[in-house]
């Protein structure tokens, strides 16, 4: 089945600075989202990202399908962008979704 | 607000007894998915129903049932519970079977004393 990872595992930040979070995939996939799983454990949905770029605020994303990898962007971090950052991808043959294993963000004031 | 709505928020039992966590989709998704993610841990797919009918299993024990009901709610039963049992449990929804934005209700914490 597919396998999906993410990187780096784990960044600290100073607050005001920006950030690339990458997620590999390791096949060819009709969709996938961008999550930010937050301090007090929600799970918020931050892009819908088949392909291509989209812009939300300071996060912005990019999927480049044919090379199976997808960039999340967060300019100016501030506090509130701490937590665990979660893609995920259909899986290839199955009924439901695969996820990365998350990148820890923490940013400091 | 994702539009799913998962209750108990919060939940306190003992070892060896039984819950229902309760999820209600968001209007119109046909497809619900349970997800345990324990301490510090990744997200661990139990299983998901599509209009009632369940459509795949994953590492879910046999001491835990799911069901999707005709208004297409679902409840997720977990018995004979043990300590390792304490987690974040998830319930999710889609608008078709694995395609489409998948949205996540605010989640059930369950501790197991």
């Known amino acids: 089945g597919i396998q999906v990872e993410q990187s780096p595992p784990d960044l600290i930040l100073q607050e005001g600075a920006n950030s690339t979070l990458r997620c590999n995939f390791s096949d060819s996939v009709n969709n996938l989202q961008w999550f930010h799983q937050n301090p007090w454990g929600q799970l918020i949905n931050l892009f819908y990202?088949?392909?291509g770029t989209k812009q939300n605020g300071r996060l912005s994303a990019t999927t480049v399908a044919t090379e199976r990898y997808s960039l999340l962007y967060i300019s100016s971090s501030q506090t509130t962008d701490s937590g665990v950052y979660f893609c995920a991808v259909p899986k290839t043959y199955g009924q439901n979704f695969v996820f990365g294993p998350g990148t820890r963000l923490s940013v400091l004031p | 607000d994702s539009g799913v709505t998962q209750t108990p928020k919060h939940l306190i039992t003992a070892t060896g007894q039984r819950v229902t966590l309760r999820c209600s989709p968001r209007?119109?998704?046909?497809?619900v998915y349970w997800y345990q993610q324990s301490l510090d841990q990744g997200l661990q797919f139990l299983i998901q129903y599509y209009n009632g009918e369940e459509r795949a299993k994953g590492n879910i024990l046999e001491r835990f049932s799911a069901q999707q009901f005709p208004d297409l709610h679902s409840e997720l039963n977990l018995s004979s519970l043990e300590l390792g049992d304490s987690a974040l449990y998830f319930c999710a929804s889609s608008r078709e079977v694995n395609t489409g934005e998948l949205f996540f209700g605010e989640g059930s914490r369950l501790t197991v004393l």
């Open positions: 209007s119109g998704d046909l497809s």
């Open positions: 990202i088949p392909s």
